[in-house]
Nanobody
C-alpha cells in the first residue's frame, strides 16, 4: 500500500504561483511512476504531469507545458508540482497518483491516490 497526502493548494491571483507537495508513505516510493491530475467542477479528471521512477523523465499536458514543473525527491518520498503563471482555467482540485512501473496519462491506470488539494485562481 502507498499512502499519498497532498498539500500546498490555495487561492492565488492570475499570474501567481504555488508549489504543491505530495508526501508518500508505504512501499518503495522510488519504484513508482508518479503523476499529478486535476479535476474541475463538472469535468473529468485530467492528466497534468508525470515523472518516471527509472530515469526521472517528465511528461506534461500541453495546457501546462512551460508553466508547470513536476519533480520528485526519492530521499524524502515527496512529489512536487511547481505551478507558475496560473490562469483561471487552472482552477481545480489537484491529485497526486502513483503506480508501479511505467507512467500513463489515463487516471484509470493508477492504483493509489491522494485526497486532493484545491487550487483556485482568481482573475
Amino acid at each position: 500500500q502507498v499512502q499519498l497526502v497532498e498539500s500546498g493548494g490555495g487561492l492565488v491571483q492570475a499570474g501567481g504561483s504555488l508549489r504543491l507537495s505530495c508526501a508518500a508513505s508505504g512501499r518503495t516510493f522510488s519504484r513508482y511512476a508518479m503523476a499529478w491530475f486535476r479535476q474541475a467542477p463538472g469535468k473529468e479528471r485530467e492528466f497534468v504531469a508525470a515523472v518516471t521512477w527509472s530515469s526521472g523523465a517528465t511528461y506534461y499536458a500541453d495546457s501546462v507545458k512551460g508553466r508547470f514543473t513536476i519533480s520528485r525527491d526519492n530521499a524524502k518520498n515527496t512529489l512536487y508540482l511547481q505551478v507558475n503563471s496560473l490562469k483561471s482555467e487552472d482552477t481545480a482540485v489537484y491529485y497526486c497518483a502513483a503506480r508501479p512501473g511505467v507512467y500513463y496519462r489515463s487516471p484509470e491506470h493508477y492504483d493509489y491516490w491522494g485526497q486532493g488539494t484545491q487550487v483556485t485562481v482568481s482573475s
